[in-house]
């Protein structure tokens, strides 16, 4: 099958790639762009390990073809960090112990931004039933949670410190 | 898992989108959240030579009050159906069925018309679209036709989809005073579909029912209209007894295949339960 040229803005580079159309984005980010902080998790759509943010929606890169993403904005984990400088959400999670073997955390951190731009203040519940997407079998989800609101209330300017002892020490 | 290999297809308007289903005939697939279609082509359950991606044709998009009704473009998603205040204020049964479907990320691109035309049993929308005697728009070589929901669903992964049409519109009337809704779906966990759910419309007039309809998710080959369950409601007060009745009417249509959600009698009791759960909202909610 001929192979197509497809364009978009990933991380704030503009990016070509050659692919077949069947080429799934995620194969795309791995292995073509080496941007490897999406992950493969399931294959099935359901562990969200594979989260990327296009064109303003979290979306699942094992089911989305790189051909549909002509055009688009695309943001990665890979993006996140600015001149040596953490996201606040990137804070959080550590701050927060919200990873512990961190295969699901990538994913986790790109479905909380886009949650955190479209909602700067959720609620625990909020957090909850908007995360449903994303499964983490380390922490419980109580971390994850509290990473969250670390970073909300961070990017609301708020002064924040860490709920966590060890780490307050 | 990767797909078979396919000719992709992105065209910006629906004479062209008509024109490829009549080239291809068979061999196409329509591509629309993509979220039913590209797990089965990864599986290889499904293998079309030609896709047709819905994406760039800004016709299905958008909610809209119109001529009476609500019309709902094919590929707006499930996360602008829950978002939509127009749908809020007029059909708030259509964000609480969304809220339940998948998770967010799917819901940012699984589309409603999407979810009604694949013809899954499993599918939410199809019950919720007998509930609210919704009706489709099916474009075609030879122009569009309007097919109500309760003749749209023939058998699993078979509607009254001809081939070379595509649904392009979902009309829904806008419900009359006294009117309330709810869905009601029990899942075993988030992404799951139903082990059984159920949509209820009633409306009430000084405290009697005047109209119901009441239909099934999961629980048969196709979404299930449960029309004993629902004209035994009408003409009297809704109390605890009439409630029971229905859910037991709506238990006796149900035909469910056991799986890993359950056998046939489990899926057919919590149909039942559903029922009862979705009736008791809904009858709050119009009051």
Redesign the interface.
């Known amino acids: 099958?001929?192979k197509?040229i497809v364009s978009f803005t990933l991380n704030g580079a503009a990016t070509d790639v050659l692919v077949?159309?069947?080429?799934?984005l995620i194969?795309t980010l791995r292995e073509r762009l080496s941007v490897t902080g999406p992950h493969i998790g399931c294959?099935?759509?359901?562990c969200?390990a594979c989260?990327v943010d296009l064109d303003g929606?979290?979306?699942?890169s094992c089911?989305?073809?790189t051909?549909?993403c002509?055009g688009a904005q695309m943001l990665t984990i890979e993006g996140f960090a600015k001149g040596g400088v953490l996201h606040p959400l990137q804070e959080g999670f550590s701050q927060e112990h919200g990873l512990q073997c961190g295969f699901c955390t990538p994913g986790m951190i790109t479905?909380a931004y886009r949650?955190l731009q479209e909602n700067p203040s959720p609620t625990e519940a909020d957090i909850r039933f908007?995360?449903?997407?994303n499964l983490c079998r380390c922490t419980g989800y109580q971390n994850i949670v509290k990473a969250i609101q670390y970073a909300a209330a961070k990017m609301r300017g708020e002064t924040v410190t860490t709920s966590h002892p060890v780490m307050a020490a | 898992m990767i797909p078979r290999p396919f000719e992709y297809h992105a065209p910006a308007a629906l004479p062209d989108v008509i024109a490829l289903l009549t080239q291809y005939g068979d061999e196409a697939k329509l591509l629309a959240g993509g979220h039913s279609l590209l797990p089965m082509m990864k599986l290889r359950f499904a293998g079309p030579a030609h896709l047709i991606d819905l994406r760039k044709v800004a016709s299905l998009k958008g909610i809209a009050l119109e001529g009476g009704e609500i019309r709902i473009g094919a590929m707006t998603t499930e996360n602008e159906l829950i978002f939509s205040e127009l749908l809020e204020r007029h059909i708030p049964l259509l964000a609480e069925t969304a809220r339940q479907i998948a998770d967010p990320q799917v819901r940012y691109r699984g589309t409603i018309g999407g979810d009604i035309s694949h013809g899954d049993p499993g599918n939410d929308h199809p019950a919720v679209m007998l509930a609210l005697n919704a009706s489709f728009v099916l474009a075609g070589a030879a122009g569009e036709r309007i097919v109500p929901a309760g003749d749209f669903f023939r058998g699993t992964f078979d509607t009254a989809l001809a081939p070379g049409e595509v649904m392009t519109q979902i009309r829904i009337p806008l419900p009359g005073p006294g009117t309330g809704s709810a869905y009601a779906k029990l899942k075993r966990k988030t992404g799951d579909y139903a082990t059984a759910a159920a949509a209820v419309v009633v409306q009430l007039k000084n405290g009697s029912c005047t109209a119901a309809r009441i239909a099934l998710t999961n629980v048969g080959p196709t979404a299930l209209a449960a029309h004993d369950a629902a004209n035994s409601l009408v003409g009297k007060p809704i109390d605890g007894a009439a409630i029971g009745q229905a859910a037991r009417l709506a238990m006796a249509i149900t035909a469910p295949s056991a799986d890993l959600r359950g056998d046939e009698d489990y899926k057919t009791a919590m149909a039942g339960q559903m029922v009862e759960r979705a009736l008791r909202s809904a009858l709050a909610r119009a009051r």
């Open positions: 099958m001929a197509t077949e159309p069947r080429e799934l194969h294959d099935t759509s359901h969200g989260t929606a979290s979306v699942k089911t989305i073809l051909v549909q002509d479905r949650l908007w995360m449903a997407g």
